[in-house]
């Protein structure tokens, strides 16, 4: 009997080759993008020590530097949220969703704690009252949706845990 040529050699060959090179493209964008991140949260801290400076010294009211100083801050932490689920998704080669749910419920927070601080500032009526609060009840479902997600996550993360330390050797009889 004699052998067919040997032609599917090459081509296992080029599909590593392509697949290597699809993966250190996506290594190098995920490290272009932690530079982005990591420059972003630069920008914002020295942003807010910049503003935290000329709000003092307009005389501001403590209610507003402290509003303006609170959203700043969690931004810091939503982009350093960030930081770390690109590194996660670097290290395992895979993206983590719990991570951005923590991050979902950060900027909803944020967003929470700006809207409840404006709302000093309205009128005790009107349109952008009924505005204000039903973006508020809309953001608590969103919370409270996030943090169920976050449980489930979880929850799900354990029995996967607990299925791989329990999963009995059963030896025949």
Do not use: C
Not at 15 to 44: D, F, H, N, Q
Not at 105 to 118: D, G, P, Y
């Amino acid at each position: 009997m004699s052998q067919p040529p040997d032609h599917a050699e090459p081509r296992p060959r080029v599909l590593r080759a392509v697949r290597t090179a699809v993966a250190a493209i996506e290594e190098s964008l995920y490290v272009i993008v932690g530079v982005l991140l990591l420059g972003a949260a630069v920008l914002v801290v020295v942003g807010t020590v910049s503003g935290l400076i000329s709000s003092i010294r307009s005389h501001q009211s403590a209610l507003n530097i402290g509003v303006v100083l609170l959203d700043r801050v969690l931004l810091t932490l939503i982009v350093a949220e960030l930081l770390h689920t690109l590194r996660l998704a670097v290290q395992r080669g895979e993206i983590v969703v719990e991570p951005f749910l923590y991050v979902g419920l950060i900027a909803v927070v944020r967003r929470i704690l700006i809207i409840t601080a404006e709302l000093e500032r309205l009128a005790p009526g009107g349109r952008a009252l009924t505005n204000a609060l039903l973006e508020l009840g809309l953001l608590g479902v969103l919370t409270l949706a996030l943090a169920v997600a976050v449980y489930l996550v979880r929850r799900s993360a354990q029995a996967d845990d607990d299925r791989e330390i329990e999963s009995p050797e059963v030896s025949p009889m």
